[in-house]
């Protein structure tokens, strides 16, 4: 199963969408370097899949595109939120693991707010960063093992 990145994304502050970025470097053991996200956490890495945006914007929901989930890294061709936890995946350089799906959003969410409702409850997985390196818009994803 492969896929690739369709975008990364980054922002100073939790709970904004964030601005989309030419290629990112994620640090080992903390995930995207200058993301508000990053730190020694399991969810040091949030990514999304084009599918599901694609889900809202069928539901007639207009102007969504790449970070608008304050997701890190926006994907294509693997379906993620059907990847178990435990599932390693060579990104870019870099090697991550899944370490939870979806998550609730807190109070105030600024996309929530915008968009009206978010996905990244349902959909979107988190990671944690196991081998850094850089990641770039059009890396291929691979799963390198499934549980």
């Given at each position: 199963m492969k896929g690739k990145v369709i975008a990364i994304n980054i922002s100073e502050k939790k709970g904004e969408i964030k601005t989309t970025i030419e290629e990112g470097i994620f640090q080992e053991g903390h995930g995207l370097v200058g993301d508000a996200h990053a730190g020694k956490w399991h969810r040091q890495v949030s990514l999304l899949?084009?599918?599901?945006?694609?889900?809202?914007?069928?539901?007639?929901?207009?102007?969504?595109?790449?970070?608008?989930?304050?997701?890190?890294?926006?994907?294509?061709?693997?379906?993620?939120?059907?990847?178990?936890?435990?599932?390693?995946?060579?990104?870019?350089?870099?090697?991550?693991?899944?370490?939870?799906?979806?998550?609730?959003?807190?109070?105030?969410?600024?996309i929530k707010q915008q968009v009206g409702q978010c996905i990244m409850p349902r959909e979107g997985i988190f990671t944690r960063v196991i081998k850094g390196g850089k990641i770039r818009k059009g890396d291929s994803i691979e799963v390198l093992q499934s549980y």
């Open positions: 899949a084009k599918e599901s945006i694609d889900k809202m914007k069928e539901m007639g929901i207009q102007g969504l595109c790449s970070g608008k989930f304050a997701e890190n890294i926006t994907t294509e061709g693997i379906i993620l939120c059907e990847l178990p936890v435990g599932t390693k995946l060579k990104i870019g350089e870099t090697v991550q693991e899944i370490t939870q799906i979806g998550k609730e959003c807190h109070d105030g969410c600024a």
